[in-house]
């Protein structure tokens, strides 16, 4: 006899009873003891088939192979450049993962990547140490040059993103700048310096009010209020 | 026989905990009881130097707890380490490390600052209620929350919570017993003693201590969720 305690997007903190039986499995965030399955962080609840799952709604970054992220150049070595992620592990990234030039013997490193520098870079692999790799051999990998930088919590980066990027290219749209939103909570804005302070306002609202439904009518509203233009959302389904 | 403030033996003080109220932390949390407030910011899992205390097999906890210069009633505790608070610093480590998974963070430390602006009788307990949500907050995987309150003997009665009048009552045997405990499976994982008592006396004040630390489990449960705003 199983019994779900829980309802789909419910909030459990760790330790909370979810379900008491064996048909159903513990997913991420969750685990079993017994007969039954406790949450193990505070999030929200997922129930996928028979999988049960936490998926938290706070907390730091951890690197993960695939994912796409803005990252400063700490260090700069023989082999190449020692990467900061907004994480608890630092990124390497070798010469030959940098860029599609040929690099000499002796060349001067810094004049491809020097110190301080921003860059979106793709992680191919992370050991168990969490060691990380990552590459800039894949389109859309860039040196960013001027704008700003904003950190942002990377549990919300997905709201930010928006289903297939709607949200980012409404915000892209309205205020006329480029931006970069990297998987680590780091985000990169470029453009007339008024707008720019539009779009981190934007960005720092859907990071708020992200829980609470109706967020791209919400975004829509707060931009053409504060561009004085009229949006056209895009229609999802196109 | 009712307290000096007109609690039941067995009665808590007034209890208030919030969720988030330090921005810049990566999760924190304030837990008062009565007039003892404590503040947990939680920062990490975030890089560890010096490198010699990184473990390579697991993230590593640290606890600080500090007591503000004029909390106390009275003299002015003076800033910085003492040989007190770096004893319930490291309790406090021992007696959250066991709800916390820390494997999946190697060669990372997770770093807990508890702050005490006031403080009246069971500070550390107050300080490990607070951390324990903090750490929850931070997005960390535990097992479960940690409740923990202080239990002590006031002449011939055991009594749930002392303040600082009861701890400093001196007409008969005093003995004060701070219980740290996982909630779920009624797990202790701090338990000090300052004082003398008996046997049957220290046994009943365990079991008054896991009644008192479901409720205060309640009122941890319910902040968590209050910050995402349900129920």
Known sequence: MTEVLVKPKDIVVPG????????????????????????SRLGVVYIDGRTIKVVPLSGVYIPKT?????????????????????????????????????????????????????????????????????????????????GRIVKVNTNKVPR????????????KNATGCRIVVGQNGIVWIQGDVNN????????????????????????????????????????EKA | MKRHDGRQPEDLRKMEAKVGVIKNADGSAYFKIGNTWAYAAVY?????????????????????????????????????????S?????????????????????????DVFIELPQTEAGSRCAGICAA?????????????????????LNGDQMLVDL?????????????????????????????QMDGEVSKDMLLKGISMAKDACIKIYEVQKKALKAKYGSE
């Open chain 2, 132 to 152: 324990s949500m903090a750490l929850a907050d931070a997005g960390l995987v535990m097992k479960d929350l940690v409740s923990a309150v202080s239990v002590g």
């Open chain 1, 196 to 235: 720019e302070f539009i779009a981190i306002e934007t960005i720092k609202k859907i990071e708020r009010e992200s829980h609470i439904p109706g967020l791209t009518n919400t975004i829509k509203e707060y931009l053409e209020k504060q561009t004085g233009k009229k949006i056209e959302v895009q229609n």
């Open chain 2, 163 to 191: 303040d600082y009048a009861e701890e400093a009552y001196e007409d008969g045997p005093v003995a004060d017993i701070p219980v740290a405990m996982i909630n779920r499976t009624n797990e202790i994982t701090l338990l």
């Open chain 2, 86 to 110: 770096k004893e319930i610093s490291f309790v406090t480590v021992k007696s959250l490390l066991p709800v916390l998974d820390l494997e999946e963070y190697p060669n990372s430390v997770v």
């Open chain 1, 66 to 146: 695939g994912d796409t992220i803005i990252c400063k150049v700490i260090d700069i070595t023989f082999s190449g450049w020692r990467l900061e992620t907004n994480s608890a592990y630092s990124a390497m990234m070798s010469l030959k993962d940098a860029t599609s030039d040929y690099i000499g013997r002796g060349a001067d490193l810094t004049e491809y990547y020097n110190l301080e520098d921003h860059v979106v870079c793709k992680i191919t692999n992370v050991t168990s140490q969490k060691l990380v790799d990552v590459s800039m051999r894949e389109p859309g990998l860039k040196k960013l040059v001027d």
């Open chain 2, 44 to 84: 990490g899992p975030r890089n560890l130097y010096p490198k010699f205390l990184q473990d390579p097999g697991r993230g590593i906890l640290r606890c600080s707890y500090n007591m503000m210069p004029f909390s106390g009633a009275g003299d002015r505790v003076r800033p910085g380490q003492s040989r007190r």
């Open chain 1, 16 to 39: 909370e009873l979810l379900v008491k039986g064996m048909d159903n499995f513990p997913g991420p965030g969750a685990y079993r003891d017994n007969e039954e399955i406790y949450s």
């Open chain 1, 160 to 171: 930010i993103i928006g289903k297939k990027g709607s949200m980012v290219s409404m915000i």
